[in-house]
Every structure is written in structure tokens, then in C-alpha cells.
């Protein structure tokens, strides 16, 4: 198949919490707000067994474990996404995703650098391994020749096959949003693309009957 095209972004933590809420919205709220109306019934009529006996200790046990489910309900989702956030901010890498957009797939390159390392240049020779001081002959080499420095950038190639894999796309209001198989997420933020990009990024996902 032709390629389509190419975009390139970053997402910054801001970004990242604004799709997992917008993820959380679209495939657990309905859910959620369905076992909130049955916690509620529970504990009306928890309440009303009470009214009517208070040495019934049924009405208080199932008063109270409804009641803690469904604060327990609602709260889960801040919990896990805190410590989504937390767990990238120990993690420390910044990531540039490449996807490219074919007539049957879309392919996703993700480009992982370590945030928080501190490259240091060595020479290697026969007495060992030694740093490379600056305005050596071996620093001059390498300016000349950054080739000789090596990328210890990884690179991690996704595909998603059209044919096999549930996608929906969602315009918000700075984020292109990505939904794939209910249960992951790509969000592309408008601030990288160009407006002709956004537009045909829309184009594609329309033409694909994927929004």
C-alpha cells in the first residue's frame, strides 16, 4: 500500500492526564454511573431497614458496604491515574512518536531517551576506557565524526492493522485523540501538526469511517 504521510509529537504529562480522563469518560462512565444508581438504591434501602429496626444489623452492614463501594467507585479512577503520573515522572524518559498513516495500517515508531542521563564520551583503546577531555584530539575526531558517538535512543515500531483492530478517533479541543480496541490510547497534540496536517490526519480517520 502507498504510504499516506508521516506526523511527529510529543506528548507532555498535561496531555497524557487529559487523554486518560477523556478515555475514562468514553468506555467506564456509563458503566460507572449504572453501578452508582444500584449502590444508591442499596443504601435507600439500607436506610429504610434501619428506620424501621435499628437493632437490625443488616441495614448497617449493607448500608455500609454499599456506601464504601460506591466512594470506592468514584475515587479509583483519581487513584490510578495518579500513579499513571507518578510512574512516568520516576520513570524519566522522553518519548517522540512517528506515525505514518497507510491505506491499511497505521504505524507507530516511538523513539524512548532516557530524560535524566548524563552522556558522557570514552575512548576505548588497548589500556582501557577513559573519558574523552575536551579540545583532545579524540574530541576533535568526534566533532568532525559524530557518527563515532553512539545513539542509545530506542526505537519500538506499534501496527495496527485496520482490518483487525477497533480504532475511533476523537477531535478535542488541543488533542487528536487515538482510541484502539477499548483499551489503550494515542493522543497527538494539535501544537505539533500544522493545520494542513490536522486536517488531513481528520481526513484519513473520516474517509476510514473510524470517527
Same mark, same amino acid.
Given at each position: 500500500?502507498?504510504?499516506?504521510?508521516?506526523?511527529?509529537?510529543?506528548?507532555?504529562?498535561e496531555?497524557?492526564?487529559? %487523554? +486518560?480522563?477523556?478515555?475514562?469518560?468514553?468506555?467506564?462512565?456509563?458503566?460507572?454511573l449504572? +453501578?452508582?444508581? !444500584?449502590?444508591?438504591?442499596?443504601?435507600?434501602? %439500607?436506610?429504610?431497614?434501619?428506620?424501621?429496626?435499628?437493632?437490625?444489623?443488616?441495614? +448497617?452492614?449493607?448500608?455500609?458496604?454499599?456506601?464504601?463501594?460506591?466512594?470506592?467507585?468514584?475515587i479509583?479512577?483519581?487513584?490510578?491515574?495518579?500513579?499513571m503520573?507518578?510512574g512516568?515522572?520516576? #520513570?524519566?524518559? =522522553?518519548?517522540?512518536y512517528?506515525?505514518?498513516?497507510?491505506? =491499511?495500517?497505521?504505524?507507530?515508531?516511538?523513539?524512548?531517551?532516557? %530524560?535524566?542521563?548524563?552522556?558522557?564520551?570514552? %575512548?576505548?583503546?588497548?589500556?582501557?576506557?577513559?573519558?574523552?577531555?575536551?579540545g583532545?584530539?579524540?574530541?576533535?575526531?568526534?566533532a568532525?565524526?559524530?557518527?563515532?558517538?553512539? =545513539?542509545?535512543?530506542?526505537?519500538?515500531?506499534? !501496527? +495496527?492493522?485496520?482490518?483487525?483492530?477497533?480504532?475511533?478517533?476523537?477531535?478535542?479541543?488541543d488533542?487528536?485523540?487515538?482510541?484502539?480496541?477499548?483499551?489503550? !490510547?494515542?493522543?497527538?497534540?494539535?501544537?505539533?501538526?500544522?493545520?494542513?496536517?490536522?486536517?488531513?490526519?481528520?481526513?484519513?480517520?473520516?474517509?476510514?469511517? #473510524?470517527?
Amino acid at each position: 500500500m502507498n504510504e499516506n504521510f508521516s506526523i511527529r509529537f510529543d506528548n507532555t504529562p498535561e496531555e497524557i492526564e487529559t %487523554a +486518560y480522563k477523556a478515555f475514562h469518560t468514553r468506555y467506564t462512565l456509563k458503566k460507572k454511573l449504572i +453501578y452508582t444508581v !444500584i449502590y444508591l438504591i442499596v443504601v435507600v434501602l %439500607a436506610v429504610d431497614l434501619i428506620i424501621k429496626d435499628m437493632t437490625n444489623p443488616a441495614g +448497617y452492614v449493607a448500608g455500609g458496604l454499599a456506601l464504601g463501594i460506591l466512594v470506592f467507585n468514584w475515587i479509583k479512577p483519581v487513584i490510578i491515574r495518579k500513579k499513571m503520573m507518578q510512574g512516568l515522572s520516576e #520513570l524519566g524518559t =522522553d518519548e517522540l512518536y512517528t506515525m505514518t498513516l497507510f491505506d =491499511d495500517r497505521i504505524e507507530i515508531e516511538t523513539e524512548i531517551t532516557s %530524560a535524566d542521563k548524563e552522556t558522557e564520551v570514552v %575512548a576505548v583503546s588497548r589500556l582501557g576506557v577513559f573519558p574523552v577531555e575536551e579540545g583532545s584530539e579524540a574530541a576533535k575526531e568526534i566533532a568532525e565524526h559524530p557518527e563515532l558517538v553512539q =545513539d542509545e535512543t530506542q526505537i519500538e515500531k506499534t !501496527i +495496527y492493522r485496520l482490518a483487525e483492530t477497533e480504532i475511533l478517533m476523537s477531535d478535542q479541543r488541543d488533542l487528536l485523540l487515538m482510541f484502539v480496541n477499548r483499551s489503550f !490510547i494515542h493522543a497527538i497534540p494539535k501544537r505539533c501538526l500544522s493545520d494542513e496536517e490536522i486536517l488531513a490526519f481528520k481526513a484519513y480517520f473520516e474517509e476510514k469511517g #473510524l470517527i
